[in-house]
């Protein structure tokens, strides 16, 4: 079992849910070494490295080779998934991290990512694709 550190909507647990196929444990966790920008034409974030900056996000618990396999597959090609360390409190716990791929990087926006927004104005239309996509992993799981 292993943890992963998520920083968009996936830190939404409606969102966690149905991608992951269950809720997990969760705590706030931080990200040093790295900035969060809205993809271009997306309603999600995605970071990259940068030495000065922190992210704010969620450290998922319990995570088994089913569940990390359906996180690989929901964020394709355009992510990496990266062993990172974050804090949570004052502790630091070794995670896994999707970061954008290099040569993705041009698709970030130079506009941060904001959780409220994104609730307010595309979570339900989001929700519908992640449903969709817990679909489909329920056929193969079948």
Do not use: K, N
């Not at 922190?54 to 998934?81: K, N, Q």
């Not at 104005?121 to 679909?135: I, P, S, T």
Request: aromatic content about 10%; proline content about 7%.
């Amino acid at each position: 079992m292993t943890s992963v550190f998520t920083y968009g909507s996936l830190a939404v647990p409606e969102v966690w849910t149905l991608v992951a196929g269950r809720l997990h444990v969760s705590e706030p966790a931080l990200l040093s070494g790295f900035r969060r920008r809205v993809l271009r034409d997306a309603p999600y974030p995605g970071i990259v490295p940068s030495p000065s900056e922190l992210v704010d996000g969620v450290l998922w618990h319990g995570i088994d080779t089913v569940t990390m396999a359906r996180l690989d597959d929901f964020e394709g090609d355009l992510y990496e998934r990266l062993p990172v360390e974050v804090l949570v409190g004052e502790e630091a716990a070794v995670a896994h991290a999707y970061v954008v791929r290099p040569r993705h990087q041009a698709l970030l926006s130079p506009e941060p990512w904001d959780e409220a927004t994104f609730r307010e104005h595309e979570l339900e239309r989001y929700l519908e694709g992640c449903q969709r996509f817990a679909e489909s992993w329920s056929r193969i799981d079948d």
